[in-house]
């Protein structure tokens, strides 16, 4: 027999002694973590308390962190109990990396608890198995069984952490790259488990209010058609778009490549579109007074390219290029390619222009025109959003509500 359930304390090593009471540490914590989380959620759900969320915080940075350890543990130490640990093990990977389908509702008050539950149910399950199968709620060396063929069993544990790396890496390098674009959007651009949303936010200032709109580049047509006619006929919308009077970038900046190749449709064209559309609606409107020359209220408050540095136009110029690649090869050389001739200090500097320069001109024309209007629209990119509230703060104005726009559907890709 390869399994035997006990053995002699002098046969047992220091190395596995360390690793029973690692594990069962780890377990105590996973528990621990379960209870904080279900506690901080509902004090902050029914608005009593909010002083275990850094306790909170700090416990489950701990569980996630070792859970790595834990899960090399039970694929190279064979006697180490699978059954007791790997459900806790992929749960902590799971709800912090994932969460899905539960994620959906995350946001909302009491909406975590449903995993905190799990998270106890599958805690006090493991706990349960220890106890049962040691006396105590400690592991020692002399609870674990003897396993045999320990070499077969560590070439099949490499194969199987080879497979597993393959599913997991793409899958925790997506979380990264949405955590990292959700974080650089101040929450404005949010990945679901259904799809990706783009977030709207009113401010109000002596009753005047200002829709903040966190765009995204390209998404399913219905959301700019529908967004587009949602806005007030009276409101001023100060849209974006940089202009290119010079010719500098000679068309090559667009999106569609990618667009097309996704199914999804271009912000830009659709905004085009629609503005055309005010344009013609304006002018058949008889003017109130002939002296008086009738202005749109859809006003493009963007900068002209040649308003940034030789540099910044470059970069542009380059990132085009890279949209209307012919295949992710050839994407990843040119990335490669521009990562050599960009230092840090010229992508801060590029960035500032891309961002806080043409921040500052819709904010100036904001400043300008917005004075008469009851209603004032800004859809402007996710990325310019921060900045944007920024300023609207500074100037008085006071957060009202947030609300999610569906941009795009993960089915809709397939």
């Keep these: 027999m390869s399994d035997v359930t006990s053995e002699a304390p002098t046969r ?11 594990v069962s540490a780890w377990l105590l914590a996973f528990a621990a973590d379960g209870v904080l989380s279900t506690l901080d959620d509902l004090s902050m759900g029914l608005g009593a308390f909010h002083g275990l969320t850094l306790l909170r915080e700090i416990v489950a940075a701990i569980v996630l962190a070792f859970a790595v350890f834990v899960a090399l543990i039970l694929v190279f130490v064979p006697q180490v109990p699978k059954r007791i640990f790997v459900l806790p093990a992929v749960y902590a990977f799971w709800a912090n990396l994932w ?35 040691s006396g105590r709620f400690l592991l020692r060396a002399t609870d674990l069984p003897v396993k045999t ?22 899958i925790v390098g997506a979380k990264l790259v949405a955590s990292a674009v959700e974080e650089h959007t101040g929450g404005y651009i949010d990945f679901t488990s259904k799809g990706i949303e783009a977030h709207e936010s009113v401010f109000t200032k002596d009753g005047k209010t200002v829709r903040l709109i966190g765009m995204i580049r390209i998404g399913e047509g219905r959301f700019y058609r529908d967004l587009f006619a949602s806005f007030p006929s009276d409101a001023l919308v100060l849209v974006e778009g940089v202009s290119d009077e010079k010719g500098l970038l000679k068309g090559k900046f667009s999106y569609n490549h990618i667009a097309g190749a996704l199914g999804l449709a271009e912000q830009s064209g659709i905004q085009a579109e629609w503005m055309a559309k005010k344009a013609g609606e304006t002018a058949q409107k008889p003017a109130a007074d002939a002296a008086v020359p009738q202005v749109s209220n859809v006003i493009r408050a963007d900068i002209d390219i040649s308003d940034f540095s030789a540099k910044t136009v470059d970069f542009l110029r380059e990132v085009g290029e890279l949209y209307s690649a012919p295949s992710i090869w050839a994407a990843w050389r040119r990335i490669q390619s521009m990562s050599d001739r960009y230092t840090d200090k ?21 400043d300008k025109n917005a004075g008469g209007c009851a209603t004032v629209v800004i859809p402007w990119g996710a990325e310019h959003m921060p900045g944007i509230e920024k300023a609207l703060r500074a100037r008085g104005y006071a957060f009202q509500s947030r609300h999610a726009l569906n941009v795009v559907e993960y089915a809709a890709l397939f």
């Design 99 to 133: 969460g899905w389908p539960l994620a959906a509702t995350a946001g909302q008050p009491l909406s975590s608890l449903p995993l905190d539950f799990i998270q106890i149910a599958l805690a006090a399950l493991a706990l349960y198995q220890v106890r049962k199968l």
């Design 12 to 22: 047992r090593s220091r190395f596995l002694g360390g690793v029973a009471l690692f």
């Design 346 to 366: 010229d992508v801060s500097a590029i960035y500032v222009e891309l961002i806080d320069k043409r921040n500052a001109k819709l904010i100036s024309t904001f």
């Design 149 to 170: 063929h320990l070499v077969r069993r560590t070439f099949i544990a490499l194969g199987v952490v080879f497979l597993g790396l393959l599913v997991a890496m793409p």
